[in-house]
């Protein structure tokens, strides 16, 4: 039986593929949450939060996450990757 035609980019099972690459790789994801007092100026500039956040996970010894790993769903929020 030969497989179903689907999409250049995606699969029912949720691998993604690229034009020139093989399906996704197994990753690590840890999804960690960051909670601050309330600020407006926080709210209204990006890059204020942006550096608040980054001040926090650097004073922290130890980050708490959620962690998972393998062939996963492509995630729906914002992903920060490793830069290679």
């Given at each position: 039986?030969?497989?179903?035609?689907?999409?250049?980019?995606a699969r029912p099972d949720g691998f993604v593929f690229d034009e020139m690459k093989r399906e996704r790789s197994k990753v690590i994801r840890a999804t960690i949450t960051i909670e601050v007092p309330y600020e407006n100026e926080l709210m209204n500039y990006g890059d204020k939060l942006n550096?608040?956040?980054?001040?926090?996970?650097?004073?922290?010894?130890?980050?708490?996450?959620?962690?998972?790993?393998?062939?996963?769903?492509?995630?729906?929020?914002?992903?920060?990757?490793?830069?290679?």
């Open positions: 039986m030969t497989e179903p035609w689907y999409d250049n980019k550096k608040k956040l980054k001040q926090i996970i650097a004073d922290t010894d130890y980050i708490p996450h959620e962690t998972s790993a393998g062939n996963l769903k492509p995630c729906t929020r914002p992903v920060i990757r490793e830069k290679i």
